[in-house]
């Protein structure tokens, strides 16, 4: 079965750093392109980032410089560096392939950016 597992949030002042992670079982990872979302209160779910099954990343406008995705092949996990957060980035984290596979969300991770 499908199943994406998040941990690695957390409460962090304003221009702190956070590292989530992202443990995915139930596809073929080495295929697949995978994605961190977040979603706000009231806000509709983003996509914040995204990696290739090669390694080439890409971003979100609004985090661009500051946050960093990676995967690790061997474990089938996919990493998201978050620096310089600003209390706009607080929203629960949610990993999925990068064209999500709808009904197989994980539970997410909270991030609270707050002094």
């Known amino acids: 079965q499908v199943q994406f597992v998040e941990s690695g949030g957390g409460l962090v002042q304003p221009g702190g750093s956070l590292r989530l992670s992202c443990a995915a079982s139930?596809?073929?990872?080495?295929?697949?392109?995978m994605g961190w979302y977040r979603q706000a209160p009231g806000k509709e779910r983003e996509l914040v980032a995204s990696?290739?099954?090669?390694?080439?990343?890409n971003y979100g406008d609004s985090v661009k410089g500051r946050f960093t995705i990676s995967r690790d092949k061997d474990k089938n996990m996919v990493n998201l560096q978050m620096n310089s957060l600003k209390p706009e980035d607080t929203a629960v984290y949610y990993c999925?392939?990068?064209?999500?596979?709808?009904?197989?969300w994980g539970q997410g991770t909270q991030v609270t950016v707050s002094s």
């Open positions: 139930g596809i073929r990872f080495s295929l697949s392109n």
């Open positions: 999925n392939t990068h064209l999500p596979m709808i009904g197989y």
């Open positions: 990696i290739t099954r090669r390694g080439t990343g």
